[in-house]
């Protein structure tokens, strides 16, 4: 079994940065797919980031230049660095890690417990 961590989240105004860590533990096959997803209140789970073990990535249009996934295999660690925040980027952000082959919620067969990012205007 594989246990996700994230941190990093919290509180910023528009136009702030946050980078998000998430640490896998347990029986890491490491080699999964990553991907960050959000899930704002009311509305249905978000596809934000995903990046494969060879550092592929796949950034939905919404967020790109101004989100990036990177990982650290050595320490079982991915990132989303957040730039440019706006309100409607708040969230709660989940790691999960891919067991399918498509990046929705469906093929991630492993979840952490989220953090929330809240952006003021």
């Known amino acids: 079994q594989v246990q996700l961590v994230e941190s990093g989240g919290g509180l910023v105004q528009t136009g702030g940065s946050l980078r998000l860590s998430c640490a896998a533990s347990?029986?890491?096959?490491?080699?999964?797919?990553m991907g960050w997803f959000r899930q704002a209140p009311g509305k249905e789970r978000q596809f934000v980031a995903a990046?494969?073990?060879?550092?592929?990535?796949d950034v939905v249009n919404s967020v790109k230049g101004r989100f990036s996934i990177s990982r650290d295999n050595a320490k079982n660690t991915v990132y989303l660095q957040m730039n440019s925040l706006e309100p409607e980027d708040t969230a709660i952000y989940y790691c999960?890690?891919?067991?399918?082959?498509?990046?929705?919620?469906?093929?991630?067969?492993?979840w952490g417990q989220g953090t929330q990012v809240t952006v003021s205007s």
């Open positions: 999960a890690a891919r067991t399918g082959v498509r990046n929705i919620p469906s093929a991630y067969g492993h």
């Open positions: 347990g029986r890491t096959e490491w080699k999964y797919v």
């Open positions: 990046i494969s073990w060879a550092g592929s990535t």
